[in-house]
Structure formats: C-alpha cells, structure tokens
C-alpha cells in the first residue's frame, strides 16, 4: 500500500499550453482586423459598381476627397509630393500596387490627372477602388 501512495505525485505545475493557444488565436484575430479599424478613417464615397472583387495583396492607398485634397495613405499630401514619393517607392519596389479612392463629386478629368501622376511615377499596378453594390435577391 505504501507503494501505491508514494508513486502518486501532486501536480505540481500549471499547464500552460492551453492558455497559450487561446492568446495566439486572439493574436490572429486582431492582426485579421487590424486593416479594418485603420480604414475608418477617411471618409471617402467612392462610387459602386456591381462586378467587383476583391484585393488579393497590399496596397498603397491614394485618396482623392470631394475637397480635393490628396492624401497618401493617412498623411495630407501636394501632387507634386505625391510623384515624388511614388518615385520613391518604386524605386523600392518595382511591383508597387497602389489603389486610388477618388469621392465620385471629384470631376473625371480631376481623377484622371491623379492617375496620370501616379503612372508617370513608374506605378505599373495602378487600381480605382470601387464599393460593390448590394445583388438583389432572387
């Protein structure tokens, strides 16, 4: 009978491991919707379109507000900044994708002159970003 006591131990130690897989499956969560919260921002209405799909890499975010301000990503910035940087950034990396958001009040030829910038800056993967119009249901 002695034996039988002695050889049962107390568990001495916390497993740890299922804690550990809880904390990594929040990481992931929140590096899932970091992106999300960070696009609240700017407020841009960017016109729909019913065939839409949706982006499969990072991009480089121009936007073009119904101000007509210029911003790359976050930061406030002159078109002749913005070729600047571009350039910059091409240089760094050819395969560069940068997505324009332009509000639909910005005239065409507006739009197209910020595109004009961004193509003359060697940008060749170049998108306009659009929201998907709601299907109707069958």
Do not use: C, W
């Amino acid at each position: 009978m002695q034996n039988a006591e002695s050889s049962e131990e107390a568990i001495s130690g916390i497993n740890i491991a299922p804690f550990v897989d809880v904390i990594l499956v929040l990481l992931i969560i929140f590096m899932a919707t970091a992106p999300l919260i960070q696009r609240r921002e700017l407020k841009i209405n960017v016109p729909q379109a019913s065939n839409t799909s949706p982006k499969a890499t990072a991009t480089i975010r121009v936007v073009f507000d119904e101000n007509k301000n210029l911003y790359l990503e976050e930061n406030k910035i002159a078109p002749e900044e913005l070729s600047r940087q571009m350039e910059i950034m091409v240089k760094a990396d050819p395969f560069l994708h940068v997505a324009l958001l332009a509000d639909q009040a910005v005239p065409y030829g507006e739009v197209v002159s910020i595109l004009d910038i961004v193509r003359g800056a060697g940008v060749k993967k170049l998108a306009l970003e659009v929201k998907g119009k709601a299907k109707p249901q069958p």
